[in-house]
């Protein structure tokens, strides 16, 4: 809000620096300037004021004229008009100020309130004009017709007055003393003071606008926050929740959209909030204090993104890809272990996991403990391999071995974070590939599993202690106990569940578990949604995101289009971390500015409100 003009509204012109005695018939006016006479008298005992001396300064003009009241307090001056003039008092510049207008041959009497304020400092009980202006954040006349309600703090009087259609208001008030403003539906909205001078007046600027759908006010206490709810296409939108939280205390503030597509929350002015809306926690932080030369704070947040409904829409079929992965993943492993069971009674299991090696095929890591033989011959063939094909990887589709490959020199030492869920068996393999192939002697990686929650029911399990996390740190010899702990993170889960996942959970108790941890690398599902994404604003470090199933295509799953779902990117986006596929590596998400729009492989991405949604496939 401007800052009030304290000062009163009157208005003195004059031509030329010198003292001026003149009669009023002696001045006559023109086309292009005015007679004013300016009328000085005690508001007290409503006695003129004789001998007054000031001077009146015009603002465009720069002309300067000295006058002086006669026996009835009077003093006449010829000025040009179109210009807004300034009273000087020899102890007191820019005692009231007036503007005259643009018209030719104007006459002017400006009644002047003049007295002196007694020398000992106590208040006068007098009252002065009060002009209070409603105005709109363009500085202009608001032009609303308003019953203003005006509380003295020092006699608990009140005071009522109407605007007119200019939306503004004259009432006489008391000097010295403290006001409150209110409105109707914005109690307790504006503070003001007059000083306890002898002004001849006083103006009051209030920034004050009605629109509709919006019913809320700030106040001298509280701030409002305005959510204004759009759709992708620039739709508002009506039932979309948001809530802020304060950060002194933990409070939560909630508002729903209405017709209008606007949420008005009023919260306590000084405290920091966290902004939240259904599908987007966290999307933003404010500080609420009174800036210098305000008086109100109102915070407006246009939200653009897809509505509830939508993001319900994509979870369900995000949900149903992921239990589809799941299902062939069941499928696939109730063959082999049929497969595996009949030859073990034959002593020919070692012949079919041959025959995996030799075909290229992951091994079935969940139903063999030949696992650390047969990674070792899968090994000594993929050296081979790469001597002749450096890009040997990404022709097999093997999408964490082709990025671990990719920054084998700048992931050294790192915490790695592994999703073992049911669908992501046929990618297992590949961590144990990497471990001996890039691993030398005496360096470790600190290794965490998770499965989300074990054999937990989905309604026990709740954000943050969902567990399920096995952890190991594995030297190149250590194999064996890396593999151990995969077994045991895969035998101890459900082997998938419901498809949401543990992941920030892991990543958060793997930075625990490592000491000086700058960066996790978090291999999971790409299709699987997060099921705990509140945690995010615990992360501090980058988290390096492997995904499976972004675009490559893997034995087991030939029949589904490859995804992604987008919680992925807003994590590396906010940790300032960076998202990687077979064939890609997107590594400046946090550089991104609200509205860009990010490509991996066929599918695109804008970033809305620090948060990426998925839009149409090229």
Known sequence: MPSPKNYPYLIFLFFLCCRVDATLAQLKPTKTTAVVTFIFTNPMNQSPVEGQQFVIEGKRTKGRFELETNKEGKAFVVVPEDDVYAIHLADWNNFAAVTIPKGAYQRHEIPVPFYEMPKDGSALLIEIPVQIKLINKKNEPSRLVEELTIRSGTSRKTHTVTTDENGMATINLPIGCQYMLN?????????????????????????????????????????????????????LTEGEAFWVLSKKNGRRYHAVTNAFGIAQILVPLNDVYILNAAHNLNFGEKEIVLTEGSDIVVETVVYESVTSKEWLNRQKKQAALAARRDSIAVATELRQTALLDSLKKLNLEEKLIEAFIRNNRPIPIKRTFKIRKAVKAKVAIIEEQLKVNPNYFIDESKPILAILERFKESWKGKVVVTDITQSMNPYLEEVLIWHLLNLKQGEHTKYLFFNDGDRKMASAKKVGTTGGIYDCEGAWEELQLVINTMHLAIERGLGGGAPPENDLEAVLKGIEKKKDV???????????????????????????????????????????????????????????????????????????KEGEIVEIGTHRYILRNKQFIKLNDK
């Open 183 to 235: 409105l109707k539906g914005a109690p307790n909205y504006y503070k003001f003071e007059i000083p306890n001078k002898p002004y001849a007046a006083w103006t009051e600027d209030v920034l004050f606008e009605r629109k509709e759908g919006m019913d809320k006010y700030p106040s001298i206490k509280h701030a409002l926050f305005n959510f204004i709810f759009q759709d992708l296409n620039g739709k």
């Open 518 to 592: 700058e960066e996790v690398i978090l291999i999971a599902d790409s299709y699987s949604p997060v099921r705990d994404m509140d945690l995010l604003a615990q992360i501090d470090i980058p988290i390096r995101i492997i995904l499976c199933g972004a675009e490559e295509k893997n034995n087991f799953y030939q029949a589904l289009k490859p995804d992604i779902n987008e919680e992925y990117l807003t994590i590396a986006h906010r940790t300032k971390g960076s998202i990687h596929t077979l064939r890609q590596d997107i590594l400046n998400l946090s550089e991104k």
